[in-house]
């Protein structure tokens, strides 16, 4: 997206595109004015060029959205360093560590934000030296608990509670609907798509709407559709998502 509202996209390869049919633009946030606070970067990264966001927070109540393109100094891949910078107080999770998928061209990664700021990159391909922090978008705090619709299914903190993850939950921040925490699956032989249910009256939305979410260094899809239904097609996930 550009300053002159263009919104555009690279297909590596085209036949992709013809294979799938259809693209969606569910889950994208930013903010439309320049403010917040920034973002101290570990001295081993740096901003991506000028052309591009910096890395600065934006907090509205309790909900707080994340912007930047960086890069590793180092142009060794080998030398990575997982620590990427730190969120000041006001923009840091209160009640246990999130994990996100960001872009790095045709690249998916896995980037963490823990209760004290820190955002680590956990995994990814290292063919691109640059990701983008934009979209991220996460609710403080805790709301109201997920509840799981198979056995299957269970809370990665209640499994590794010494992980301190956020356990899976929904909120809502007047007409936006957030979904957070981490799952995995204990029986993956007879384990059901439909993950959980939101309610009707809180948090659904109108139609069914479509995100990706993360999978480790990989995204999946996951739908919500107009029954209230959580579908995930892996078997890991982990992502807020921000409704319309």
């Given at each position: 997206?550009?300053?002159?509202?263009e919104v555009?996209?690279?297909?590596?390869?085209?036949?992709?595109?013809g294979?799938?049919?259809?693209?969606?633009?569910?889950?994208?946030?930013?903010?439309?004015?320049?403010?917040?606070?920034?973002?101290?970067?570990?001295?081993?990264?740096?901003?991506?060029?000028?052309?591009?966001?910096?890395?600065?927070?934006?907090?509205?109540?309790?909900?707080?959205?994340?912007?930047?393109?960086?890069?590793?100094?180092?142009?060794?891949?080998?030398?990575?360093?997982?620590?990427?910078?730190?969120?000041?107080?006001?923009?840091?999770?209160?009640?246990?560590?999130?994990?996100?998928?960001?872009?790095?061209?045709?690249?998916?990664?896995?980037?963490?934000?823990?209760?004290s700021?820190?955002?680590?990159?956990?995994?990814?391909?290292?063919?691109?030296?640059w990701?983008?922090?934009?979209?991220v978008?996460?609710?403080r705090?805790?709301?109201n608990?997920?509840?799981?619709?198979?056995?299957?299914?269970?809370?990665?903190?209640?499994?590794?509670?010494?992980?301190?993850?956020?356990?899976?939950?929904?909120?809502?921040?007047?007409?936006?609907?957030?979904?957070?925490?981490?799952i995995l699956?204990?029986?993956?032989?007879?384990?059901?798509?439909t993950?959980?249910?939101l309610?009707?009256?809180?948090?659904?939305?109108?139609?069914?709407?479509?995100?990706?979410?993360?999978?480790?260094?990989?995204?999946?899809?996951?739908t919500?559709p107009?029954?209230?239904?959580?579908?995930?097609?892996?078997?890991?996930?982990?992502?807020?998502?921000?409704?319309?």
């Amino acid at each position: 997206m550009t300053p002159a509202g263009e919104v555009s996209g690279r297909v590596k390869d085209k036949r992709q595109l013809g294979r799938a049919g259809s693209v969606n633009f569910e889950g994208i946030i930013f903010p439309h004015k320049a403010g917040g606070w920034e973002i101290v970067l570990n001295q081993d990264w740096e901003l991506k060029g000028e052309a591009y966001n910096p890395a600065r927070c934006y907090k509205r109540e309790n909900m707080v959205v994340i912007t930047g393109v960086v890069q590793p100094k180092d142009r060794n891949f080998d030398n990575w360093q997982p620590l990427i910078g730190t969120l000041p107080v006001q923009c840091r999770p209160s009640d246990g560590s999130l994990v996100f998928s960001v872009n790095s061209g045709d690249d998916a990664h896995e980037v963490e934000i823990s209760q004290s700021g820190a955002i680590v990159w956990k995994s990814g391909n290292h063919r691109t030296r640059w990701l983008s922090l934009d979209g991220v978008a996460f609710l403080r705090s805790t709301f109201n608990q997920l509840l799981l619709e198979s056995p299957s299914w269970r809370s990665l903190s209640s499994v590794h509670p010494d992980l301190r993850y956020r356990t899976p939950g929904y909120g809502r921040l007047k007409r936006y609907c957030f979904l957070t925490g981490m799952i995995l699956v204990e029986d993956i032989a007879n384990v059901s798509s439909t993950v959980a249910h939101l309610p009707a009256d809180e948090c659904a939305p109108p139609v069914k709407v479509r995100f990706t979410v993360n999978n480790h260094d990989s995204v999946v899809g996951m739908t919500v559709p107009i029954t209230f239904a959580l579908v995930l097609f892996s078997s890991y996930l982990c992502a807020p998502f921000c409704g319309s």
